[in-house]
T-cell receptor, first 113, second 117 residues
Framework: DAKTTQPPSMDCAEGRAANLPCNHSTISGNEYVYWYRQIHSQGPQYIIHGLKNNETNEMASLIITEDRKSSTLILPHATLRDTAVYYCIVRVGGGGGADGLTFGKGTHLIIQP | KAGVTQTPRYLIKTRGQQVTLSCSPISGHRSVSWYQQTPGQGLQFLFEYFSETQRNKGNFPGRFSGRQFSNSRSEMNVSTLELGDSALYLC????????????????FGDGTRLSIL
């Protein structure tokens, strides 16, 4: 699986959009970009994933650059409950089966009131 | 739809004992994976089961084992507990059948926090 690079921490004001970057310059053509988050004392929560097109769901939007070497997770209107560690993971397939997910250190997003 | 359920939520054991943790996957999910999370090592993959068969295993000693039942429920066992086994143990389930199953992410439970005294 491709290695990812994320900033260790970020701040965002409540109500503003939170934009979390992820670099994955060695991504292969058949590797997907996944985002998970982990709120303190809970298990990781799946947010969104994509291959090359931008994706949006009820939680967030995922913007993948045309060369697929980086991506941005966007939380459109951040709330205090979005304070968590956000993990960007790149791997073949759906993140299920086989080797398991490889979690890096992620980005600790802190939403400020 | 109920999420992944792990029991117990908290457990305290002493060195040398053994422990069994339980995981009930989301209904219909046949792939179950286990992870260990510690402050020093982060989240690390233990093993994955599909249709009662272990398909892959992470880099953990043989003291860590697991199994899956015909209803997809899974258990993991740790024998001869060591202080370093204190961790949050997470279970995740998925609809994925193989690594190339592209639209099936893993869904995690809230874990069992194991403390070794």
């Amino acid at each position: 699986d491709a290695k990812t690079t994320q900033p260790p921490s970020m701040d965002c004001a409540e109500g503003r959009a939170a934009n979390l970057p992820c670099n994955h310059s060695t991504i292969s053509g058949n590797e997907y970009v996944y985002w998970y988050r982990q709120i303190h004392s809970q298990g990781p929560q799946y947010i969104i994933h994509g291959l090359k097109n931008n994706e949006t769901n009820e939680m967030a939007s995922l913007i993948i650059t045309e060369d697929r070497k980086s991506s941005t997770l966007i939380l459109p209107h951040a709330t205090l409950r979005d304070t968590a560690v956000y993990y960007c993971i790149v791997r073949v397939g759906g993140g299920g089966g086989a080797d398991g997910l490889t979690f890096g250190k992620g980005t600790h997003l802190i939403i400020q009131p | 739809k109920a999420g992944v359920t792990q029991t117990p939520r908290y457990l305290i054991k002493t060195r040398g004992q053994q422990v069994t943790l339980s995981c009930s996957p989301i209904s219909g999910h046949r792939s179950v994976s286990w992870y260990q999370q510690t402050p020093g090592q982060g989240l690390q993959f233990l093993f994955e089961y599909f249709s009662e068969t272990q398909r892959n295993k992470g880099n953990f000693p043989g003291r860590f084992s697991g199994r899956q039942f015909s209803n997809s429920r899974s258990e993991m066992n740790v024998s001869t507990l060591e202080l370093g086994d204190s961790a949050l143990y997470l279970c995740a389930s998925s609809l994925a059948r193989d690594r190339g199953d592209s639209n099936q992410p893993q869904h995690f439970g809230d874990g069992t926090r194991l403390s070794i005294l």
